[in-house]
């Protein structure tokens, strides 16, 4: 569907985009390419290596909650089901994310929302190489001490066949030449930025001082800017209704704005546009259209809006070797990772050196069914191994040092369950209405995976870590929040069509982690950059 290009004086942007991470960058550049005004809306700040945090220490950069004063680029939400872990910056989570980039495998299109509704798997794959070609991705060749430990783990475990580089989109200097070199734009004939290559520093996801890892604002964000797209940082979008008072948006669309990290002056702003793209990830977009149909702006968003929300069924676990001879946070934050069994993946990840703040949420592992029994389990088992080794237990749990001397294991299963987000006031606070999460718990206890941890610390001589939350009140964390406004074939089965338009509206769509419509059981990012190309393929060029 195209919508015309309107005189200056008719909408004051063709297309609003509401958050500038994956999806939203696609949309931003492809719908600048086919000659559209389009402005870009993000909550988050723009970064640049100067302003980056120097460690997690400075959480004021890193951390992202503007009501306490803390103005970074990473958040996490807790709920009774799951602890999500998010970007919110220019470039979204592409500034805090480790740069992984696999494609998901082809089963996925087989199952899940939106299984039979496109021919994906004839489809996708001219998407994923372009969305691979954009991000730069490319074979990751910086395997650090903490990938070498990982193989030497799998082989031990028998599964050492199944070790493998992870692909990244990251810069790397060519084989035998240094990292840390300035070079021209690499990727887009010299219309992009210069960049530096990668000097293994393994900071990822603190963002990168550097400038080698490829974030959003270095590749779709930077083109659709020269194309004529304007980003408005620290923007937060609160309003979307029709406007002229047409029910389904055929007259296009009025959005209201305030400043996401003011505290008073919010500057609230009006504007209008011909179609709006909500991009402002899966939480993000659930959180705006639940409010939007609550408060009667866009009541015909489909019911289906918070359900099939899934998150990979992740676990975290570490293991920390206090006096390792060599320092595990070299590498890149994800340089490597096995398949323990046919649907359990777990990936070797560091933080940089001094970004020790994390281990404030880890405890030694322990085995057992998730509840009270596990609970008296793990202080039993504290208080063993510290009459035991003291000194040893002691500098295990202090957190100076602990990027150096750690492995995290990211542990991911491909297997169904899903979770069902609401719009509720919650009972500790009832004064305005917020997600709540709903459903059968995701499993925090991965036995083959904690078993695998174990191995890894008998290798190196350290101990086997898991997440405190995990074990006190059994809840996993998760950065591959997915779902909520899935791909359906009506409004009864999701809430977008397959070209990620939303039922009952005109020129609203949705491209962002929240139509995933199936678990993809490997990092998503390449894929929800992948179906927002296709997304964007099938919008016509703007006639003027
Ligand atoms: C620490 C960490 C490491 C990760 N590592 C990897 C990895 O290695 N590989 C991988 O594939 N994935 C990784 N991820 C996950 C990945 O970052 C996300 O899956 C991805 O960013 C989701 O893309 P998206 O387009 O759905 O939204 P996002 O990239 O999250 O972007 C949404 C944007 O919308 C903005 N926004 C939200 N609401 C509003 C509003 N109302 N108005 C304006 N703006 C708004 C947000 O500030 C945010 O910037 C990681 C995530 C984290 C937190
Ligand atoms: S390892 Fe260091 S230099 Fe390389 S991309 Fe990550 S942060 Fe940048």
Not at 84 to 111: E, F, M, N, Q
Request: net charge positive.
């Amino acid at each position: 569907m195209a919508i015309p290009s309107q005189p200056e004086s008719a909408y004051d942007f063709d297309f609003v985009v509401v958050g500038s991470g994956f999806g939203g960058s696609v949309a931003a550049l492809r719908l600048a390419e086919k000659g559209y005004r389009v402005a870009v809306m993000e909550m988050g700040r723009r970064w640049t290596p100067a302003t980056l945090p120097r460690s997690s220490w400075f959480l004021n950069r890193w951390f992202w909650r503007p009501s306490l004063g803390l103005k970074g680029f990473f958040s996490m939400r807790f709920f009774r089901h799951v602890t999500v872990l998010h970007g919110c910056a220019v470039g979204g989570g592409s500034i805090t994310y480790a740069c992984t980039s696999l494609r998901a495998p082809d089963k996925i299109w087989r199952t899940g929302s939106w299984v039979g509704l496109a021919p994906w798997e004839a489809e996708m794959p001219s998407h994923y190489e372009t969305a691979s070609r954009m991000l730069g991705i490319a074979q990751n060749t910086i395997l650090g001490p903490a990938d070498h430990l990982l193989q030497k783990v799998a082989d031990e475990a028998g599964v050492g066949a199944t070790f493998y580089q992870t692909n990244v989109a990251i810069l790397q200097s060519p084989e035998g030449k240094p990292g840390g070199q300035s070079v021209g734009d690499p990727y887009f004939g010299g219309e992009g930025p210069p960049r530096s290559t990668c000097t293994g520093c393994g900071g990822c996801m603190m963002g990168c001082h550097h400038g080698a890892k490829n974030t959003l604002d270095l590749n779709y964000l930077w083109l659709a800017e020269k194309r004529g797209a304007k980003i408005f940082a620290e923007t937060k979008v609160v309003d979307v209704k029709p406007w002229h008072g047409s029910a389904d948006g055929s007259h296009g669309y009025e959005v209201r704005t305030v400043r996401s990290t003011a505290l008073f002056a919010k500057h609230s702003r009006r504007l209008t546009c011909g179609g709006v793209v909500f991009a402002a990830s899966s939480l993000g977009t659930m959180d705006l259209l639940f409010d939007l149909k609550d408060r009667g702006l866009l009541p015909r968003i489909s019911d289906q809006l918070g359900k099939h929300v899934r998150t990979n069924s992740e676990s975290l676990l570490a293991v920390r070797t206090p006096g390792f001879p060599e320092d595990l946070s070299q590498g890149v934050a994800i340089g490597s990772g096995v398949y323990i069994d046919e649907h359990t993946h777990i990936e070797a990840v560091r933080y940089p050196r001094r970004s020790d703040t994390m281990s404030l949420l880890t405890t030694p592992l322990t085995n057992g069914v998730p509840g009270l029994q596990r609970i008296v389990l793990w202080l039993r088992n504290l208080l063993t191994i510290f009459l035991r080794h003291p000194i040893r237990t002691l500098r295990v749990i202090q957190p100076f040092g602990w990027a150096r001397e750690n492995v995290v294991l990211l542990c991911m299963q491909a297997l169904e369950g899903d979770l069902q987000m609401r719009w509720k006031r919650p009972w500790y606070w009832p004064f305005r209405k917020c997600l709540t999460s709903h459903g059968e718990k995701v499993p925090t206890y991965i036995p083959q995976a904690n078993a695998f941890a174990e191995r890894f610390a008998r290798l190196t001589g350290g101990t086997a870590m898991s997440m405190t939350p995990e074990i006190l009140f059994n809840i996993p964390g998760t950065a591959h929040c997915l779902g909520g406004c899935v791909i359906g074939a009506s409004p009864e089965q999701g809430v977008v069509d397959h070209r990620h338009q939303v039922f009952g509206y005109q020129n609203l769509y949705v491209c962002d982690g929240s139509v995933v419509g199936a678990n993809l059981g490997v990092n998503p990012s390449l894929t929800i950059t992948a179906l927002a190309e296709r997304a964007m393929s099938f919008i016509a060029p703007a006639t003027k």
